[in-house]
Each structure stands twice: as C-alpha cells, then as structure tokens.
C-alpha cells in the first residue's frame, strides 16, 4: 500500500483516469465531512459492497478517514488487498491534511447530485412554486392542479404534500402524460428539499409537455416550514398500466432529448467488448421500476438502478470516476431521459437497444471476502445459548438506532471499528453477535475468530421471541450517546422528525453547495443550454 498526499489526490480526481476515492468512514461521520466526490463506503461493510461499487480490481482506489482512523483506514485497505484489489493507495493525513492543503470539504450526502441540481435550477430557470402559492392553489375551487412526489414510494409514505401522487422522477417520461392527459393541467413536482423537485419539473420542461410545470420550493420541508400540514402513509400511486395511445408522443419526446444530448446507442456486442476490458470500468443499469427488473429475471450482472435515484443518488450505485454507464433502453422513454442528465452530471453514458439479448449475460463468479459462522443460531437456540451462558457478552451490531429502540438488557452496541473496545479480555469466553443479516455479523465474526477468540456464535435479533421467551429487553433513547452513534447522520435525519431549525439550516447547506465548490469540481458538470 502506498500514500499520497492531497495535492496528488487532487490532480488524479481530475485527470482522465478513472480513480475511486472512498471514504471508510461510518456513514455519519462521512456525512459530517467528506471529500465532494468521495464515495461513502463504511468499513463495518466494506466487504459486502465494494465488489458492486469498484467492480474492476485494477482500479486506481484512494482510501481516507480522519486523523484517529489511522487503524481503521489500514484494516479496510488490508481488506481491499485480501479481495484482490491491486492499487490501493491511503490519503496521508486523511481529511484533516486535505483541508490543510486548502481544499474544500462538505457536510451532507450526494454531494455531486444536489449541487448539479442547485446549477440546473439556475442554469434552466426552472420554475418554482412556493409552498403558499401551492397551498392557495389547492383551495381554489377552479384549480386544475396534479401534484407529483418524485420521490420513491418508501420516501414518499412517510411524509407528503396533502393530494400528492407518488410518481418517482425516473417514471415522468413515461406516465406524467396519463395522470394529467389535459394540457392546460398545471403540474408540480415536488420532493423533500429541492433537488428531485428541480429535476423533475425540468425533466417534463425538457421533454415539451405541454402543461404548465412547477418546482415545489424547498419540497414538503418548505411546505412544513410555512405551517401546513402533512399526510403520511398515503397510498396514491402512479398508474401501472400505461395507456399504449400515449406511447407515441412519450416516445418522439425522449428521441428528441436523445438528439439533443446527443447520446449514443451501443450495440450488444459492443457492451460485450467494453466488459471484457481489464482497463476500463462499465456499469450496466435497469433503470425502470423494481416490479419490472424482478419480473424480467435478468442475470446479477445488470444492476436495477431506479432512474430517477441513479441521478439523485448516483454514487450510491457508481464508486468509480470517469467510468462509463450503459442504460438498457427498453422502452426508448426512461433510459434516454436518465442518460441526458447522467451526461450533464459529466458521465460518460451509452443507450443499449438490444435489451432482448441481456437474458445471455452470464455472471463472472467473484470470490468473496473469507468469512466463518455465515450460518446464524436460530431465535430458539439463542435463547437457549443465552440460558446456557448466563454471562455471555451480547454484542448488538444493529444500527445505532433499532439499538436505541429496543435491546435485549445488558446487550453492548458495537460497530466494526469499535468491535474490540467491548469485547471480552478472556478470548475464551462466550460472545454473541446479534444483527439483521448474517453477512454484517459474519464480518464481525470472523474478525474476532482472527484475534483468536473461540466460542462465538451469530443470531438475528427477534424481540417479540425473545421478550415471549423471557428475556428482558431495554428502550434507551440515549443509549449510545450521540457521539458514538457513527452510523447515524443526525444533520439529514432530523430535519424529518419536527426539529424545524434542522428542516431549515438543511435547505441553507443545499442552496449553498454551489459557493463552496471550486472551478475543477464545477467543470466536471456539462450543461447543455440548447435543451
């Protein structure tokens, strides 16, 4: 493994090679402070979801942390290289030198996505509604108004604009026509903040539906922020079925825009090519509905992105920098839309029509990280592997959260760079790793195997089994404290959880994103004006 320092790291995060910068980080200390185009990949999972974000071994990776975690950035490296992973380099210093070389850093999560929104609003002048001019609209006895909540169905039930539809930004395209077929309709989009409610409505503006089209300012936090009300659990969704008389017009619409950004359409045999390469990393995406990707039975080896997430959220699904992305176009509606604004967002992304031939791709069997005890106790024999070792440490890698909801008592919540401050001294003593999946716990299982402890056994927590069984449980709202709760990004969750000043200093850090990035990280966006 080799350092670097952060000039250099500068000047490979621009230069035309492809790099991954992650960030090893628990996700709530990333979201505090992170590079602007770092990928957040905690090393409590490290193992589980590098292959998918960096799926090329010989990619150039630069890992980082802060100043106290040195340990923690050495382990993931060491993980890295026990994968197979062949150019591993560590940002001397961490985020505290990439500061010291002058170098901006930033609170908050996709961080490219929301500042190229706060630019495409500018850019665009895409037209905002307020949450008052909203709110009068609804009341008006002749409006003539369809809200649509660009965000995922998850998102969406847990709060909403009173009326709203739930129509994810990636389904526009395809369905904005058919729940308002009247062209003098006017439609908003709006999602929580600002970002999927910008896109949104320029989606439709850039598409030429006739309507008039809104974005809501400040989302259902701005609509909160003026005094109205909420709904939540709504079940208002976008129609299934699509009416095929619509197709046509849906159809020239994304050819226009694929004309426009002048996207390329690739031929199977080209894809084929491009994923044989050892040089070059390519990202193969569905990006329609859930439903659609798993009724299809496609192979692993082409990833469901929902499209209107893949612009939102894009390095949730992509770790590697300047590689490319391959859309499957399967109705020349959705994908083209998406490539228009992965293209803008500076991607270099290709169309493929051949979609009937993804059935052959055959998946490249990767090895995984080694793990021991992937099998995990059943509820019945925890309760009796606790009964049997009554001074058993309980060792809780839940998040921090369902820990603080419920726990069994005397239980310690531990995460992977914390694991060996609440492990037992005595290596021979009993340990019980309790998660909500087998693969986190088999980490952690195995790590503790390595430093040589001997009885350890894995279980999914299962309260209600455990309470009927007789074992007491804990609520501890406070428990653990804030401070260690470093997979938890209090600055993005609370701003839902009726803490008003939160809602409002985080629309403050989204309309302030585009200030604080310099002329490197501005350029890697590609606007095209004439659309």
Known sequence: ?????????????????????????????????????AVSLPYSVLELHVRILVPRKNTRIVVYADHSGESVVKAAAQALQRLGYAHIHILQGGIQAWQAAGYATFAGVYLPSKTFGELAEHIYQTPPISAR????????????????????????QKMNIPGSI????????LRARQIAPDPSTTIVINCAG????????????????????????????GWYLSGYELEHQSDRFYPEQINPDLLADAKQSANNLLKKFELQTISFQQLKIWQEESNRTTYLFDVRTAQEYDKSQLSSAIRHA????????????IGVRKARIVLA??????????????????????????????????????????????????SEDTVNFIKRYPQVSILDCRSST???????????????????????????????????????????????????YQNIQQAIFNPSFFE????????QSNVPPDAECIDFLFFVHDRHNGNKEAAKKYLEWETNLVSQIDEEERNTFNFNLSA
């Open 1 to 37: 493994m080799k350092t670097i320092d952060a000039k250099l790291l500068k000047s490979w995060i621009h230069d035309e090679h492809e790099i991954a910068v992650l960030d090893v980080r628990e996700h709530g200390q990333y979201g505090e402070n992170h590079l602007f185009f």
């Open 133 to 156: 001019q909203l709110y009068e609209q609804i009341q008006s006895e002749k409006s003539n108004l369809v809200i649509l909540d660009g965000r995922p169905i998850q998102e969406y």
């Open 166 to 173: 739930c129509c994810p930004n990636g389904e526009l395209a």
């Open 194 to 221: 600002r970002t999927r409610s910008i896109i949104g409505a320029q989606t439709l503006i850039n598409l030429g539906i006739p309507n008039p089209v809104y974005a809501l300012e400040n989302g259902t936090q």
């Open 306 to 317: 929902p499209g209107g997430q893949l612009i939102q959220a894009t390095d949730e699904y």
């Open 329 to 378: 176009d399967f109705d020349q509606i959705r994908a083209p839309v998406i490539a228009s604004w992965l293209k803008q967002l500076g991607w270099e992304v290709y169309l493929l029509a051949d979609t009937d031939k993804l059935a052959t791709i055959t998946v490249q069997m990767d090895e995984g990280p080694v793990v021991v005890h992937s099998q995990a106790l059943s």
């Open 402 to 452: 369902q820990f603080r909801s419920v726990h069994l008592k005397h239980a310690q919540w531990v995460i992977r760079p914390t694991l060996f401050k609440h492990a037992p001294s005595n290596k021979q003593a009993p340990v019980l790793l309790l998660g909500t999946d087998n693969n986190t716990t088999a980490l952690l299982a195995t790590d503790m195997v390595n430093a040589g």
């Open 468 to 475: 009927a069984a007789g074992l007491p449980l804990e609520r």
